[in-house]
């Protein structure tokens, strides 16, 4: 109560700070396994100096800060592990300038993707990063989140140019600017993106966007076993094809998605594809991609012309992780997120189901197999210790995996709380004691979302 | 001569380490008008134990030390500012492993990229980036190098997926991986790419690498005026055609070409164009840009599908440089390297025209225009002062205007000596405060390229 009233020197108004218990519980657990903890208080910032002010009050008294936006992250990322304050960034909500022929937009960190579209639509624009939830930029940015369309366009971190970052003392800094590419010094921005809080809250952020293709056209592909489907995918890949989306979703998924959405798919494992651009390479591209699935021993293909047929299709794309969890209401999920080099890609998927059966989980598999990214949704009790104990050895076993053919332990959800132990594994205890070292550069008093990324 | 009997300990081999003038002169200057220095001493170390044991000798005793690779930088990059120990990577020239299905490559720093493209060529795979000197991919992934195919393949730092860097005490970390994408923890990778052998020296490279497109073609679109040029360009880019290359060549450059390259190219402002990929999106798409170029004014078009011929024409836009400097023996360059937003593409190449004239400058202005980075190439001779004068506030005014539409000093040479003093213009003081920090964390006794980047 007195770190608020203190607060209410910086945000004059009251009702911008709140100690409320059910304000702080929605603030204290993100949509992962881990266990909540609560904040001390939340504060709405209605600019960058507010958001300043508020870091040089922590700063001085050495009190934790953690960055908020939607809560949708898979890692426990703003849970406040100390406590402290947390900076609800929702109503830094807007779009500062839409540059349409510099491909450009600049917006703050709360605007979420799905507001960003509808703004940009009107100009034949999008942002094509889509992680599922309906994310803030600002919580997109600080996973270096990607989703379905990264094989096509990119991640994140390919995506921001530029950014308003506000230190761990209060200072604001600018980092990258408008141009498509620069070599003028450290690339901050690329830093900054991906730190997960633990460096500097964005207070502005700069985007490449994309002209809307001319044409789309959406496939579902479906398979005998998992193994010919991401074979599959690969053999796509491989063919040099400008594939938009490359989407593996798994039988036992297939079957959640039927109860949950109501749709009639054949519960079998099903790639849903997509190729957007000028028409004739669209067709050229589907027809090639035909015969190749058709080679690979797919099935049945089924395409979609139709942009509500498709809407449809990649809403239950989109849903899976919700599905997942309807089928046992009161679970909750823990996500594996590993990423391996391409050709790892239809191995590493086997493997993975027969470690989750041999623990006796129940998950779904799915992945945006064009980049060798999956995930096992494995659907847990966070009070029952003994199924928690098997995900986390059966996570553990994927992600040794994944490490041990040169991948990752996260391709887009960050490490947050739930990876840190796999991060010396991965880069070294060498590469880890550099970004410590970053770390210990920029927040020397540890503030900025502590418990996240390194111990 | 003692600091060559003391590294005689490390490299056991007398003939890797020398003190002879020519050679020291080599390793003193790069391709442009910044004056040489010389080393105290080049070694030629064959494995990263001895670049370690190179860096914590030379860390221990406070002596400067600059990587080296072929010596074409363009901003003094690799000019021993204060002396010291030259590494000359050019024995570290292996290419490790060529992964086809996994499109990566890993390589030593030495080798170079036509080196990597032969190799790569067996596999029908090559490595885009091509900043026109045979530079080594060490030394293109320093300087965040790019070139004329930037605006469909990205630059250096998309194209490094993991490095083998060895800090300034000897300590060897390894960054990133064979994951397409990853968000395990702090961008090492992307920091320590365009950090010009500030923060460490790489000692293995992975890279992306992408199929061979089925068909390419080329054009040459001329235009009365560099206005027009510009223009036609950005249409072309705004239109979302997946255009390989467009570059622009001015009326000068092309006379200057002409006479070095005996070539019979009208003295007009040309673009240089190409389009790759599968058979039917080409054709599509070189008849639509065909329709753009004709209603923005081009007054002749060729196509080239020919291989030969399209090499031809490749060939005389890579060398510029040469046939700039080939108008003037015995002068120099001096080369701007900003990039702005598209839109502001066009008014910044009049105005640089302009600019150049009311110096009297004798200068070529170049531009891969798909990203909105154009070079001025000014001719001087290091020794007049006042024609260096000239040119050193028309380079100025070229940046000013620049960065105040948005822009960067430099796209793609990097800062080096040349640019450090934009580079709080640019970023701010604040954010250069952070290049500092990060600067002081890894590199404390700062004997990595000191000069460079950071004042």
């Not at 406040?80 to 491909?103: S, V």
């Not at 917006?107 to 939830?133: C, E, I, M, S, W």
């Not at 690969?234 to 094809?241: D, K, L």
């Not at 794309?317 to 969890?325: C, T």
Request: proline share 5%.
């Amino acid at each position: 109560m007195e770190l608020a009233q203190e607060l209410l020197e910086i945000i004059t108004d009251p009702s911008r700070i709140s100690t409320n218990l059910t304000i702080r519980e929605q603030h204290g657990q993100d949509v992962s396994y881990h266990l909540p903890k609560l904040p001390d208080v939340v504060v709405y910032p209605q600019d960058k100096q507010e958001v300043s002010k508020i870091l040089q009050f922590a700063n001085e008294r050495a009190i934790p800060v953690i960055p908020f936006g939607v809560g949708s992250s898979l890692e426990g990322h703003i849970i406040p592990a100390q406590g402290g304050i947390t900076i609800d960034m929702t109503l830094m909500n807007q779009i500062i300038e839409i540059r349409p022929e510099d491909f450009l937009v600049k917006a703050q960190p709360g605007v979420t993707r799905n507001q960003l579209n509808k703004a940009l639509q009107a100009y034949g624009l999008f942002f094509p990063v889509d992680p599922g939830a309906d994310a803030t930029i600002g919580g997109m940015a600080a996973t270096n989140a990607s989703g379905t369309n990264a094989v096509r366009y990119g991640v994140m971190r390919d995506q921001v140019k530029g950014l308003e970052v506000v230190l761990a003392d209060g200072t604001v800094i600018h980092t990258g600017g408008m141009s498509m590419k620069s070599s003028a010094g450290y690339n901050l921005t690329g830093l900054f993106v991906g730190s997960e809080g633990t460096l500097g809250v964005f207070t502005e952020i700069t985007l490449k966007v994309y002209g809307i293709p001319e044409t789309t056209i959406a496939a579902r592909a479906v398979f005998p076993d998992i193994g010919t489907a991401t074979q599959a995918a690969t053999a796509i890949i491989s063919s040099g094809v400008a594939i938009g989306k490359v989407e593996l979703v798994d039988d036992f998924t297939i079957d959640a998605v039927n109860q949950y959405k109501g749709t009639a798919y054949e519960p079998l494992p099903t790639l849903f594809l997509e190729f957007s651009g000028h028409k004739a390479s669209v067709d050229e591209e589907s027809s090639l991609v035909k015969e190749i699935l058709q080679s690979e021993g797919c099935v049945n293909i089924q395409f979609e012309k139709d942009s509500k047929a498709r809407a449809q299709l990649w809403e239950a794309r989109h849903q899976v992780a919700m599905a997942i969890l309807a089928k046992a209401p009161g679970k909750r999920l823990m996500s594996t997120d590993v990423c391996v080099p391409l050709s790892q890609l239809p191995g590493a998927l086997v493997q993975a189901r027969q470690i989750l059966s041999s623990y006796q989980l129940v998950a779904g598999l799915l992945g945006h197999v064009g980049d060798g990214n999956y995930h096992a949704s494995i659907l847990i009790d966070p009070n029952d210790m003994h199924e928690v104990e098997n995900a986390e050895i059966a996570h553990e076993e994927i992600v040794r995996y994944a490490l041990g053919c040169g991948g990752t332990c996260t391709g887009e959800h960050g490490v947050g709380m739930g990876k840190k132990q796999y991060l010396s594994e991965e880069h070294g205890a060498e590469a880890v004691a550099v970004m410590k070292l970053i770390k210990g550069s920029l927040d020397p008093k540890r503030i900025l979302n502590p418990g996240k990324i390194l111990s």
